[in-house]
Nanobody, 124 residues
Framework: QVQLVESGGGLVQAGGSLRLSCAAS????????MGWFRQAPGKERTFVAA????????YYADSVKGRFTISRDNAKNTVYLQMNGLIPEDTAVYYC?????????????????WGKGTLVTVSS
């Protein structure tokens, strides 16, 4: 079992930055691929960014490439999402998710564990 707790959401003006954190329980954190997904009101949950167990290669949705950066600290059992250049379209609840092993294709249905989410609101 892996428990995930997100933090760092809030209200920010367009062009601003936020850093989300996701703290994971368990002693095998490095064996899990970690992802960030988001869900805007009335919309489906979509992929934002992901990183495999040892952080070799990050993956990003086209909509956030060049603005968001995912990273992880296996010693702290934590994954981060640095969000720069935020735009109103980034407004959503952001969820941290985990799955054992690695992948190069990321779908919400493939993730095994989820946090409860943290709300990011970007004002224009």
């Amino acid at each position: 079992q892996v428990q995930l707790v997100e933090s760092g959401g809030g209200l920010v003006q367009a062009g601003g930055s936020l850093r989300l954190s996701c703290a994971a329980s368990g002693r095998t954190f490095s064996r899990y691929a970690m992802g960030w997904f988001r869900q805007a009101p009335g919309k489906e949950r979509t992929f934002v960014a992901a990183i495999n167990g040892y952080g070799a290669v990050p993956y990003y949705a086209d909509s956030v490439k060049g603005r968001f950066t995912i990273s992880r600290d296996n010693a702290k059992n934590t994954v981060y999402l640095q969000m720069n250049g935020l735009i109103p379209e980034d407004t959503a609840v952001y969820y941290c998710a985990a799955r054992p092993g690695g992948s190069s294709i990321w779908h919400a249905d493939d993730m095994d564990y989820w946090g409860k989410g943290t709300l990011v609101t970007v004002s224009s």
